[in-house]
């Protein structure tokens, strides 16, 4: 009879859960079954290593990886089922040739299977799996060396007289026979290969003809002669624009290439004030013109805009988007050669001259030290210790400026 504290102290059932016709929840659903969610290859994996254990096989071992991907990393071609299957494993050596190999495994093997043996060996899962490791190498070996003879026939392993009886002989027979297929996939692959190569250079070359079929176009559209002529009141301006090559695309060589032919006048020359400003006009108009033509012949009638872009750090880089570009945009040298300041943006005036300050600083000492602006740009850049550019600029404004302060402070 149980005390009268612990009677107390024990939770009794309600009378409801007493009633055996009571059906849990549990009881009352269904057992678990296999959703077809559940057949991913993250299951497969589970199921073959025999991980049931959460998540133990993701967070200790690479083993979630599809068998895809796995297949490919071991330089397994997923298309081809057949790369997974190796034609000369179809023949088993005969059993002559096996005893040859390591001719004690099978005495060792049958010692540790049979626990109630005389050779007082010790049943070890490590150690039996080593001696299913070791018999299946020995036919992996006498099949492989079917091949490897051909290869390597004066290596000491293939003068062992395994290597030189009948049976291997006959052995070597059947998996030559089992080989042609593998063989005639790497033919056909190869095949493929060979075509596709000589496709690629058949359009290669056709590329190149019409590379340059192009090119002789454009030079030949681009020997073309443009004349306008204005004629306000009695004076007569005549502007010729020529453009003699393809490659005159910018707005200096096509200013070069602009000749201006002012021609006899139709009367006499202005000798009054009126005839003067006329003839002031008529300049204007002509220098308009000149701008007109030259952004006509260039293509470009509006310029780009562009911003410097932020993520530059170094003097380096700076160098590299003054010189040569920076991504998408175009180097600023050649910005300020074709367009001048059109091409800057209002708000970025003052960064622009800050860069622009570094730049010459750069341009400046390469030309006194007489190296190469990259070479300054490097040193500079480790002068400075990789600093931003904006301490840099602020350093060289400073030594600028203290040549001056101490002339007036000498006066």
């Not at 012949?297 to 911003?307: D, H, I, N, W």
């Given at each position: ?7 107390r ?24 079954q296999?959703?077809?969610?559940r ?55 005969p ?36 001696l ?11 099949q ?31 998996i030559q ?31 190149l003809?019409?590379?340059?079929d192009?090119c002789?176009k454009?030079e ?11 004629s ?67 293509g ?14 170094s ?23 074709d367009?001048?300041?059109?091409w ?12 622009k ?17 990259g ?25 600028r ?11």
């Amino acid at each position: 009879m149980r005390p009268e504290w612990l009677r107390r102290r024990t939770p009794t059932s309600p009378v409801w859960m007493k009633d055996r016709h009571v059906i849990t929840l549990a009881a009352s659903c269904p057992p678990p079954q296999a959703s077809p969610a559940r057949t991913d290859r993250t299951v497969q994996i589970r199921r073959a290593g025999r991980w049931n254990n959460g998540d133990q096989m993701t967070g200790c071992y690479l083993t979630s990886l599809p068998f895809e991907f796995m297949r490919a990393v071991a330089d397994f071609d997923p298309e081809w089922s057949g790369s997974y299957f190796v034609p000369r494993a179809t023949v088993r050596p005969p059993v002559v040739l096996l005893v040859q190999v390591w001719p004690q495994l099978d005495k060792w093997k049958e010692a540790h299977s049979s626990p109630l043996s005389d050779f007082g060996v010790e049943q070890n899962m490590a150690a039996g799996a080593f001696l299913e490791l070791m018999e299946w190498l020995r036919e992996v070996l006498l099949q492989d060396a079917v091949f490897l003879q051909e290869s390597y026939p004066d290596h000491p392993l293939f003068q062992d007289p395994v290597f030189s009886c009948p049976e291997f002989a006959a052995h070597s027979t059947a998996i030559q026979k089992a080989m042609p297929v593998v063989a005639e996939k790497l033919r056909t692959v190869l095949t493929q290969q060979v075509a596709a190569e000589q496709l690629a250079e058949r359009r290669h070359a056709n590329l190149l003809t019409v590379a340059r079929d192009l090119c002789a176009k454009l030079e030949e559209f681009a020997q073309t002669t443009c004349t306008v002529t204005f004629s306000p009141g009695r004076g007569t301006a005549a502007q010729q624009t020529e453009v003699m090559s393809a490659r005159q695309g910018r707005r200096r060589a096509a200013g070069d290439a602009i000749t201006s032919a002012m021609g006899p006048p139709s009367a006499a020359r202005p000798q009054n004030d009126l005839e003067k400003q006329r003839e002031e006009h008529v300049q204007v108009d002509k220098e308009k013109a000149l701008d007109e033509a030259s952004d006509m012949v260039t293509g470009r009638s509006q310029p780009p805009s562009f911003r410097l872009p932020r993520s530059i750090g170094s003097v380096q880089d700076l160098m590299h988007l003054w010189r040569q570009g920076w991504g998408d945009m175009p180097s600023v040298d050649s910005l300020e050669r074709d367009w001048g300041t059109r091409w800057r943006l209002s708000e970025e005036k003052t960064y622009f001259s800050t860069r622009k300050i570094i730049v010459n600083e750069v341009r400046r000492r390469a030309q006194l030290d007489g190296l190469a602006e990259g070479v300054v740009a490097r040193q500079m850049d480790e002068e400075w210790g990789f600093s931003s550019l904006d301490k840099l600029f602020k350093a060289i404004r400073r030594s600028r400026s203290e040549p001056v302060t101490r002339a007036l402070a000498a006066t």
